[in-house]
C-alpha cells in the first residue's frame, strides 16, 4: 500500500530557532500534499496545501512567513516553522494524494510531534 | 462556515457493537472519510462514502445521508485494540485547498473487557 514518511518523528528546539519537517511519498507521486497540525485533543486542522512547483495555499490564520513550504519534488514536502515558539509545539501531520490514479483517499504520515522550550 | 459535529466519548464492551455519529455543515460536499487514530499516531483510513447509503467493510460499516448531513460509523465485535479516536472528515470541495479534508474533532471510543 501507499506509504508516506515523515522525518523527524520528534524533535525539542528551543525558542527563537527554525525547525524543518520533511514529508516523502515512499512508493507513489504525489503533486499534491497537505500539512495539519493537531493539538492535544484537538481535531486535526488544516494549514496548507502544498503543490509541487508552485506556491503553497495556506488557510485563513496561518502565517505563511512563519510556516515556509516547499514541494521541490513530486516525492517530497517540506515544513519549516521558523522562529519556533512554545505555542507552535504541536503534532504536525502531513498527507499526500497519488497523482498517478486518481484516487479519493489522502494517505498520512506518522506525523512529527514539535516540542518548542 | 464549517462545522462538524461527533459525540466527544463512548464506552463499550468486548463483542458489542457502537455506533458513532457524525453530523456536518459545508458549504461544499464531496466525500465523508472515517479514520481510526491511536494516540500519537497518524489517522489510518476506513471508509469512504459519497454517495447515500451503507458501506460495509469487514466489522465496521459507514452510512451517510447527505439530504440530513449525517454519518455513523458502526463497529461489530468489538476488540480491545478498537479503542481509539475515531475522526468523521469531509472533503469540501468548495474549500479553497481543493480536496483537503476537514475533520470532526473526534470520538474517543473506550472498549473494555
Known amino acids: 500500500g501507499a506509504v508516506v514518511s515523515q522525518h523527524p518523528s520528534w524533535v525539542i528546539c528551543k525558542s527563537g530557532t527554525s525547525v524543518k519537517i520533511e514529508c516523502r511519498s515512499l512508493d507513489f507521486q504525489a503533486t499534491t500534499m497537505f500539512w495539519y497540525r493537531q493539538f492535544p485533543k484537538q481535531s486535526l486542522m488544516l494549514m496548507a496545501t502544498s503543490n509541487e512547483g508552485s506556491k503553497a495555499t495556506y488557510e485563513q490564520g496561518v502565517e505563511k512567513d512563519k510556516f515556509l513550504i516547499n514541494h521541490a519534488s513530486l516525492t517530497l514536502s517540506t515544513l519549516t516553522v521558523t522562529s519556533a515558539h512554545p505555542e507552535d509545539s504541536s503534532f504536525y501531520i502531513c498527507s499526500a494524494e497519488p497523482t498517478a490514479v486518481h484516487s479519493y483517499e489522502q494517505y498520512f504520515g506518522p506525523g512529527t510531534r514539535l516540542t518548542v522550550t | ?113
Not at chain 2, 56 to 85: H, I, N, P, T, V
Request: glycine share 10%; net charge negative.
Open chain 2, 1 to 113: 462556515g464549517q462545522n462538524i459535529d461527533q459525540p466527544t466519548e463512548m464506552t463499550a464492551t468486548e463483542g458489542a457493537i457502537v455506533q458513532i455519529n457524525c453530523t456536518y455543515q459545508t458549504s461544499g460536499f464531496n466525500g465523508l472519510f472515517w479514520y481510526q487514530q491511536h494516540a500519537g499516531e497518524a489517522p489510518t483510513f476506513l471508509s469512504y462514502n459519497v454517495l447515500d447509503g451503507l458501506e460495509e467493510k469487514g466489522r465496521f460499516s459507514s452510512f451517510l445521508s447527505r439530504s440530513k448531513g449525517y454519518s455513523y460509523l458502526l463497529l461489530k465485535e468489538l476488540q480491545m485494540k478498537d479503542s481509539a479516536s475515531y475522526l468523521c472528515a469531509v472533503r469540501d470541495s468548495f474549500n479553497q485547498a481543493g480536496t483537503a479534508l476537514i475533520f470532526g474533532k473526534g470520538t474517543t471510543l473506550s472498549v473494555s473487557s
